[in-house]
């Protein structure tokens, strides 16, 4: 499709195990970003991949998170030993321009609602 | 620290206008946006406004800059059912090349 794909849209989990949300930006887009989305805690910025560079890694909680960019297209957010308190939903965005701000907006995914039993 | 903040509800009768608040933290602010979520959908952005603005008129939406006070506010005219939502107030860090949501208003609309 045209839009920001993300799987699985649900992901019920056991405390302990690990998880993978993958996000799919637009072709083209060069900026992605992943944000977590819990009740009343608004969007929580966790981590940002522009083209090439380094990603910025300010946002993520604790080392349980990782999230990596392959070829410059698909990112995949992995969660270790998943915690009750990660319970939320986890959305991707992508922009076009570089910073995604500029001159752009950022496009969102639906979301991956994760549950931790 | 990076930080924007709004109130989490507001409710409005079908036919007011409605007038989201929003404060932020950052002192060299570069863009603000309003992004809006309805019911079980993506976050899409709303309109933006330029830091050196005052002022953005946008069909029923205006959208006030008060940088002195890093006060951004979101004015919806006639507010109607279709307006209900989750709106988020949005501030681009150039510093570093983030952008910073707030935790959302949801807008209810009453007859």
């Known amino acids: 499709g045209a839009g920001v794909s993300q799987s699985p849209s649900n992901k019920v989990t056991e405390k302990g195990k690990d998880v993978e949300l993958r996000c799919d930006p637009i072709?083209?887009?060069?900026?992605l970003y992943w944000y977590r989305q819990s009740l009343g805690q608004g969007l929580e910025f966790l981590i940002y991949?522009?083209?090439?560079?380094?990603?910025?890694k300010s946002g993520l909680p604790s080392d349980r998170f990782s999230a990596e960019r392959t070829g410059g297209s698909v990112s995949t957010l992995t969660i270790q030993r998943t915690q009750q308190e990660d319970s939320a939903v986890y959305l991707c965005?992508?922009?076009?321009?570089?910073?995604?701000?500029?001159?752009?907006?950022?496009?969102f995914g639906e979301g991956s609602r994760l549950t931790v039993l | 620290g990076e930080d924007v903040e709004q109130s989490l509800f507001l409710s409005v009768r079908e036919g007011d206008s409605s007038v989201i608040n929003c404060t932020y933290t950052?002192?060299?602010?570069?863009?603000l946006y309003w992004y809006k979520q309805e019911p079980g959908a993506g976050l899409q952005l709303l309109t933006y406004?330029?830091?050196?603005?005052d002022m953005k008129q946008d069909q029923r939406l205006t959208v006030l800059l008060n940088k002195k006070d890093k006060h951004l506010s979101l004015r919806i005219a006639d507010t109607q059912t279709g307006d209900s939502a989750i709106y988020f107030c949005?501030?681009?860090?150039?510093?570093?090349?983030?952008?910073?949501f707030g935790s959302g208003t949801r807008l209810s609309i009453r007859p």
């Open positions: 965005a992508s922009s076009l321009v570089g910073r995604g701000v500029i001159a752009g907006e950022l496009f």
């Open positions: 072709s083209g887009h060069t900026a």
């Open positions: 991949f522009q083209g090439n560079s380094a990603p910025d």
């Open positions: 950052d002192s060299s602010s570069t863009y």
């Open positions: 406004i330029f830091s050196n603005m």
């Open positions: 949005a501030d681009f860090y150039s510093s570093a090349s983030k952008i910073i």
